[in-house]
């Protein structure tokens, strides 16, 4: 596989959770690059994109924290690169989303009432959403202090 059949499957990958297909190429591009950072027009062109699209994209990613904006001294533009640590921050940003899963199931179970299977479905949900929230910030911290010896 070539880097711009990476960047490509990068693209579908993060479209299909939610960003848009430009900004799933930038991710792409900024984790199989030489360089470690871009300027907005030199993505742009390397992606083959107008530079409105790239604009729209690298706010999408700067806004959800997957990439960091900077200037170097001296320098006319600002540059992107992937945010410090992006992957274990996103991972723990989807800790509240956990929460959010878990109280939904708490309010389908008292708007179901004593429906057995209805509540079993339910109770799934939030019991799965319960264990999640109580084992992955540990996992997390686990990933946290062994990565830095790889």
Request: no cysteine; charged share 35%; net charge neutral.
């Amino acid at each position: 596989m070539s880097v711009d059949e990476f960047v490509e499957s990068a693209g579908l990958f993060y479209e299909r959770l939610g960003l848009s297909r430009t900004s799933g190429r930038v991710m792409g591009w900024l984790l199989a690059a030489e360089a470690d950072s871009a300027d907005a027009p030199e993505l742009a062109e390397a992606l083959g994109v107008a530079k409105s699209s790239m604009s729209v994209a690298l706010r999408q990613l700067e806004q959800a924290g997957l990439v960091e904006r900077f200037r170097v001294r001296g320098a006319r533009r600002d540059r992107y690169r992937l945010a410090e640590d992006v992957f274990l921050r996103a991972f723990r940003a989807k800790l509240a989303e956990f929460e959010g899963f878990r109280a939904l199931a708490e309010q389908g179970l008292r708007a179901v009432g004593d429906d057995p299977a209805r509540r079993r479905r339910l109770e799934l949900m939030r019991d799965m959403y319960a264990f999640m929230m109580d084992r992955f910030p540990r996992l997390l911290d686990e990933w946290d202090a062994i990565k830095d010896r790889r």
